[in-house]
């Protein structure tokens, strides 16, 4: 770890992975316990997905055609929007099922940017980096929009704090009293899908998920009111990412990886801990 | 019955046709709720009470006929009800307080942004106080028994500042001490408010509310001194009610009536 500490302090390409990772883990603490709480998962799992094919198809523009001001992950945003308000939509005005859409997003989200992907002149790493995550890989460019997005996710969660919590808490009764549900849902469905844009260098797509619900989850265990566990699970998903980048750059191994499995290990530990003790419920 | 018929319907249901595909459930129903009553919606289950409260509350439409609420549309007047569901219906494992869960009787469409104001604290913390749950104001919501879920899901009705109560099973699972409880509540409540409440149970309320609306396909309202005869309608075949009119168990007498206690 004093190895981690020296060549952060040497390396500017550490530094911004350090950021990336932290400004990542305020963003899927706080979004992470609405979809933990609500129960939706599959929703994030979702767009996590969908999100492949706005990175492969604004990749795609600016190899092959040119557009250099494209960074994949506007590409990543564009998807992720779309894919949000598409499942608000199909919630609020179709009789379709809500979970055939989902898995349909889920598919064909991943199916159109390997396909962009594969129509992209040059070398393809870049695919492995967008499904498993690169965190080294953040460049300036991206942490400027990580910034962005965080705000924006920190600005809309403090505003509309009260009524995305009545409409997880009970959906009908928010109804009822007049509060604009389809709007709010899938206003929080845009939140999941932004959170999950500024996850994708850290963890990569693939394992999204892990970080939107398992610190979420853990921080659930040790308290029982919505700020405080979206504040703990910050809290522990920033301590993941640090410490999962750390012993990533000592061993030499795949950093989205080595943090998937820490927060996987911790989350088993503390499930077996709070029934073992049955002290924390 | 008394002056209460003087004053305007709280509820007015005329010629009321509503089906799910291939299962009618009101074919022509009609009833009234007067201003200032204690009425409960009683029936077997399946027989379109939740139905009627989804009509009343405007989320669902009529096919034909009217479901007027305070003598407008209920989507548009449905603000001035105070709304109690089910108690399974919300997840007790919420990280919530229980003023967490008063206050969102306060969200409105007004009121979607930023901070709750002082007057809204101080009308859901007057909410609790009322169904005697202020001193848990700060405890989690998973943290209580059954009997205070239901009080604080009623202070939340009540955060709405609501001019009709409806309360959806709110007796369910309740031991019987805790559901008298309940009722001594719910009668100091209908001193200002009109109180609806649905149940299965149709023994227990018969002593408390003054009027019983029976649905059973068709809507049959009857005093609840009467209450035999809403149990005739309701169980025919079955003479004889008035002898188990306070036992709490029906066994044997109804297609569709069971005894539900013992649920957690």
């Not at chain 2, 309360?167 to 109180?195: C, G, I, K, W, Y």
Request: aromatic share 8%; with cysteine; glycine share 10%.
């Amino acid at each position: 770890m004093s190895d981690f500490l020296t060549a952060l302090v040497q390396h500017a390409f550490l530094r911004q992975a350090l950021l990336a990772g932290l400004l990542a883990s305020i963003a899927c603490g706080m979004v992470g316990t609405y979809v933990v709480t609500r129960r939706i998962t599959v929703i994030a799992g979702s767009l996590a997905h969908t999100v492949l094919g706005g990175m492969g198809a604004a990749y795609w523009l600016r190899s092959a055609h040119g557009v250099q001001w494209l960074h994949p992950l506007h590409g990543a945003v564009v998807a992720a929007l779309l894919g949000a308000g598409l499942i608000g939509l199909v919630r609020a005005r179709s009789r379709e099922r809500e979970d055939t859409v989902i898995s349909a997003l889920w598919a064909v989200g991943m199916a159109l940017g390997v396909f962009f992907l594969f129509k992209s002149p040059g070398y393809k790493a870049d695919l492995i980096t967008y499904l498993f995550g690169n965190i080294v890989m953040v460049d300036p460019a991206a942490l400027r929009l990580l910034v962005g997005l965080d705000a924006l996710i920190l600005l809309l969660v403090l505003t509309f704090y009260h009524p995305l919590l009545a409409i997880c808490f009970d959906e009908e009764f928010a109804r009822l009293r007049g509060v604009r549900v389809g709007w709010l849902y899938t206003l929080l469905l845009a939140l999941i899908a932004l959170t999950i844009v500024t996850l994708v260098y850290v963890v990569g797509i693939v394992m999204v998920i892990a970080l939107v619900t398992l610190p979420a989850s853990i921080a659930g265990l040790f308290v029982r009111r919505l700020w405080p566990t979206m504040v703990l699970a910050a809290v522990l998903s920033s301590a993941f990412t640090v410490v999962g980048l750390g012993i990533s750059y000592g061993a030499d191994l795949p950093a989205g990886a080595t943090i998937v499995l820490l927060t996987g290990v911790v989350y088993a530990a503390a499930q077996f801990g709070s029934a073992w003790s049955g002290r924390f419920r | 019955m008394t002056a209460n018929d003087t004053r305007p319907p709280v509820v007015e249901i005329r010629d009321l046709h509503f089906g799910y595909p291939g299962q009618p459930v009101f074919t022509g129903a009609k009833a009234e709720i007067r201003d200032g009553s204690f009425v409960s919606i009683v029936g077997p289950n399946g027989g379109g009470k939740t139905t009627l409260l989804k009509l009343i509350l405007g989320l669902l439409q009529p096919e034909r006929g009217s479901v007027r609420l305070f003598g407008g549309s209920p989507a548009k007047q449905r603000g001035r009800v105070g709304y109690m569901p089910q108690h399974a219906h919300v997840d007790p494992q919420f990280p919530v307080t229980v003023l967490d869960v008063a206050l969102m009787g306060r969200l409105g469409p007004g009121r979607m942004a930023g901070p709750f104001r002082g007057t809204d604290r101080a009308v859901a913390l007057r909410a609790l106080s009322e169904t005697e749950t202020a001193d848990l104001r700060d405890k989690p919501f998973s943290a209580l028994s059954g009997g205070q879920r239901q009080r604080v899901l009623i202070a939340r009705a009540l955060a709405c500042e609501p001019d009709l109560l409806l309360l959806d099973e709110p007796t369910a699972s309740l031991d019987p001490t805790v559901q008298d409880d309940l009722f001594t509540l719910l009668h100091r409540l209908n001193e200002r408010m009109t109180v609806v409440l649905v149940s299965h149970d149709v023994s227990t309320v018969s002593r408390h509310v003054d009027t019983i609306l029976c649905v059973n396909q068709d809507i049959d309202e009857h005093p609840a001194g009467a209450i035999s005869g809403a149990l005739a309608d309701l169980f025919p075949g079955a003479e004889g009610l008035s002898l188990v009119r306070h036992d709490h168990h029906h066994h044997g007498h109804g297609d569709g009536e069971h005894p539900r206690g013992g649920r957690s």
